[in-house]
Every structure is written in structure tokens, then in C-alpha cells.
């Protein structure tokens, strides 16, 4: 039977202290729980793909990219309805739901990674399905951005995304032994492996999560986003961020074997997404420090300073000191990924709980309604900005395929990845840090507490 909460009012120190902390922290932890396992089954394909053809497959270098991107793209375009499904269905109820809709991906990998003579456009498919993880990231953040004052959104959300992140390190660690255990390659042991935790992660969310009728809201009161330039403006730096954790998350073990003879490299992919997931808190605590936009514009700089570092490693991969400037740079660039995640989010409810009460400044008793129309809007930009963000997750992947594929090598796909960090730091700049801006809105409104 559904739990409903009807009285939720976070920014009420009474009720926070006395009775919603608890609550919101504990619908924090299992959404943790159930959105770790929604990025483990995303990203199982980019620890498969190093092995397919070991296992006796037949595939190319633009066939095994393809096949890690195309999770990526089915994830992205997962994210819009599950956005929208938090406020339809409730956070719990939904949780559950997408919790279970994993065990589809998993399945058919066990089916069918262990028959070579598999077509690849059945692969393809299967791999698809992994999307359906990507979608949790969206209806989590949501869900719990409802939950915890604005003063607490930063850290709050740092932590559940960094929660969910964290399992695609944990998948790049645990799947390649897994699938090794034995005398011969069992690449289905992947997929079983995470059947357990699917089902117990639905069995606690079904358990201790509950639903907010606070959060309640129709597809029209929340699309209307849609229509605020701040939403885009956003998601074209989330794209940056996020994008650039999910795509090279993606796209580095194959990217490694590829580049390094070294057979023992790949086994240090894991690295760059627990770095990125570790230090989004920490991208959200100075957002709520220092400053979103100012934190975001720097993180970029240092992107772009990162990228090059990795070209650099690539120009000579047959030296000694190739690959550990080539990981040392991968791992600066993911913390940046983490920390520029983190930051951009914090801006989010910053720059809608501005907008809505600097409507209703001159109107003490419309504000109330004016924070509860913010919170909505800003969970909905929430999930739209994760949405289009998540694209970068495949266009990375399938950037390093058709680098590769024409030029023989990754380094002119990353060396258009700089030119577009460079827009997403102009970008910042012009919207929320130039003087003129600052002055329409004092004290930096748009971009920190």
C-alpha cells in the first residue's frame, strides 16, 4: 500500500529539526542504494566490450564504441519520463518500479554474451536496454531535491548523485573478476551478479521510502520549465560536466586496451569514475561556499587544461611515461567532471528560488507559494538538465570510435572536447558572472545562496 506524506515543509527549522530531517535522510540512503545499482547496470557493456572478442566475438573498434554509447543515448532519452514520474507516481513508488525495470538488461546480457554467433544488432538491443539504468539519475534527483531545504540542496544532491556515480567505479572493479572466476571467461557472471541487489534495493525502497503529496504536480505545471532560458543554458554546462563523466566512464577501458599494450592498464579504468563520484559533494559544498557559477567557470578552465595534458600522454603511447601522464590526467579531468557536476546542480535551485520570489519580493504572503513553485520547477529542471546532460555520455564514446575510425587515434575527438569546454566557460560567464548581471541581481543571486 502507497505511503504519503502530507505535510512536508523543509524551510520550517521546527519541523526540520524535529521531524523531517530524519525522514529526508532516510530516503536519501535507499535511494543511494537503488541509484549505485541503476549506474552499475548502465555501464556494464563498457567493462563487456573489452572482452567480447576474447570471449570469441568478432567485432570492430567503431562496433564495440557503438556498443557502449548506445546505452548512453537510450539512458539520456530515459531520463525525460522518469523526470516526470516522481511528481506522477511518488518518489517511493517509482523507485521501486525502476528499480525492478533492471533485471531486463540483465537478463539478456546472461542470455546472450556467452554465444559468439549472437548478432551484433541483438547485441545492440541488449546493450539499449542498459539505458533503463541511466534513467534512475533523473527520478532520484528529483525525488530528493523535494525532500531537504534549499540550505541543504547542495550537499543533499551531492550525495545522492555521488552515491549513484559511485557504482560505475564499483561495476569497473567487481565485473572484470567476476566474469574471470574460473578456468574459462564467463561474461554473463556481469549480469548475475547484480540480480540481488536489484531485487533487495526495490524490497528497501518498497520498505523505508515514501512518497510526498507536496511533490505532486501535473506534466503542464512542470514542462513549463521548458520555456525558461536558464533551464538550456544549464543543461548545455551539465553536458560538459556529466556528460564527460558518463562518456568517459564509458568510453576509457577501451579506449586504454586500445591505445596501451600493456594489458594491466584497463585495470585501472576504475579510478576516474570513483574520483569523479567522490568529489561531487564536494563540487556541491563549495557551490555552497563560494558560489556555483564561480566554482563551475573554473572547473571548466581546469578541463580544458586536463584534455591537453591527455593529448600530450598520447603523442608518444610506445614511452615509459605515456601512460601514467595519460592516467594522472584522466584522473584530474574526472575529479573536475565531479566537482563541475555538483556545482552546476547547486545552481539550479539557487537560480529558480531567485527568480520566483524576486516575482513576488513586494508580496510577504506569496512567498510561500512562491518557494513551493520553486522547488517543483527546480526538481523538473533537475531532471531535464540530467536528460540532456547524459548525452554526453554518447557522444564521447562514439567521438573516440570515429576518431579512431578516420584519423587512426582519439586526439581529434578531444581536442574538440576542449573547444567545447571553452563554450560551456564563455557561457557561464556571460549568464551569471559578468559584472552587468551581477549588478541585476545582488549578491550574485543567480548562481550561490
Not at 578531444?414 to 559584472?435: E, H
Request: glycine residues 10%; aromatic residues 12%.
Amino acid at each position: 500500500m502507497a505511503r504519503w506524506i502530507t505535510r512536508w515543509e523543509p524551510e520550517d527549522e521546527r519541523f526540520w529539526s524535529t521531524t523531517g530531517r530524519a525522514i529526508a535522510r532516510r530516503n536519501l540512503v535507499f535511494s543511494i542504494f537503488a541509484e549505485l545499482l541503476g549506474f552499475s547496470v548502465w555501464l556494464l557493456w563498457s567493462v563487456i566490450v573489452t572482452r567480447l572478442n576474447d570471449a570469441g566475438f568478432d567485432l570492430s573498434s567503431g562496433q564495440l564504441f557503438t556498443l557502449v554509447a548506445v546505452p548512453a543515448l537510450v539512458g539520456a532519452t530515459a531520463r525525460f519520463p522518469y523526470t516526470f514520474a516522481v511528481p506522477r507516481f511518488g518518489g517511493r513508488n517509482w523507485t521501486v518500479v525502476s528499480a525492478l525495470l533492471l533485471l531486463v538488461p540483465t537478463t539478456l546480457l546472461v542470455v546472450l554474451v556467452d554465444d559468439p554467433t549472437t548478432p551484433y544488432p541483438v547485441l545492440l538491443a541488449a546493450a539499449a536496454t542498459a539505458g533503463l539504468g541511466g534513467g534512475n539519475f533523473a527520478s532520484s534527483m528529483a525525488n530528493i531535491s523535494f525532500f531537504f531545504p534549499d540550505r541543504e540542496k547542495g550537499w543533499a544532491l551531492g550525495l545522492n548523485a555521488a552515491g549513484g556515480n559511485i557504482g560505475v567505479a564499483v561495476l569497473q572493479l567487481v565485473a572484470p573478476v567476476a566474469i574471470t572466476v574460473g578456468a574459462s571467461l564467463e561474461l554473463r557472471n556481469a549480469g548475475l551478479m547484480l540480480m540481488p541487489f536489484i531485487v533487495a534495493a526495490a524490497c528497501c525502497a518498497w520498505r523505508w521510502m515514501d512518497n510526498l503529496s507536496t511533490a505532486r504536480s501535473s506534466f503542464r505545471d512542470q514542462v513549463v520549465v521548458a520555456r525558461n532560458r536558464h533551464t538550456w543554458i544549464v543543461a548545455w554546462l551539465y553536458i560538459g560536466t556529466f556528460g564527460s563523466f558518463i562518456g568517459y566512464s564509458a568510453g576509457l577501458p577501451l579506449l586504454m586496451k586500445q591505445e596501451f599494450a600493456d594489458p594491466n592498464a584497463i585495470k585501472y579504468a576504475f579510478l576516474g569514475p570513483l574520483v569523479g563520484s567522490l568529489t561531487r559533494p564536494l563540487g556541491g559544498r563549495l557551490a555552497d561556499r563560494l558560489g556555483g557559477a564561480r566554482v563551475t567557470a573554473s572547473n571548466f578552465s581546469v578541463m580544458i587544461a586536463a584534455v591537453l595534458g591527455v593529448v600530450f600522454a598520447l603523442s608518444d603511447t610506445g614511452a615509459a611515461w605515456s601512460f601514467p601522464v595519460f592516467l594522472a590526467m584522466f584522473l584530474v579531468l574526472f575529479v573536475t567532471t565531479g566537482i563541475g557536476n555538483g556545482s552546476t546542480f547547486r545552481m539550479v535551485p539557487v537560480i529558480f528560488r531567485a527568480h520566483h520570489l524576486g516575482r513576488d519580493a513586494g508580496d510577504g504572503r506569496a512567498q510561500p507559494e512562491a518557494l513551493v513553485t520553486a522547488r517543483r520547477e527546480s526538481a523538473a529542471v533537475l531532471g531535464i538538465t540530467s536528460a540532456v546532460g547524459a548525452y554526453g555520455g554518447f557522444f564521447i564514446p562514439q567521438g573516440f570510435g570515429l576518431s579512431t575510425t578516420v584519423t587512426g587515434g582519439p586526439t581529434a575527438a578531444l581536442l574538440v572536447f576542449v573547444a567545447f569546454y571553452g563554450s560551456c566557460r564563455a557561457l557561464t560567464w556571460w549568464c551569471y558572472l559578468r559584472r552587468r548581471v551581477a549588478a541585476r541581481v545582488p549578491n550574485l543571486a543567480w548562481a550561490r545562496p
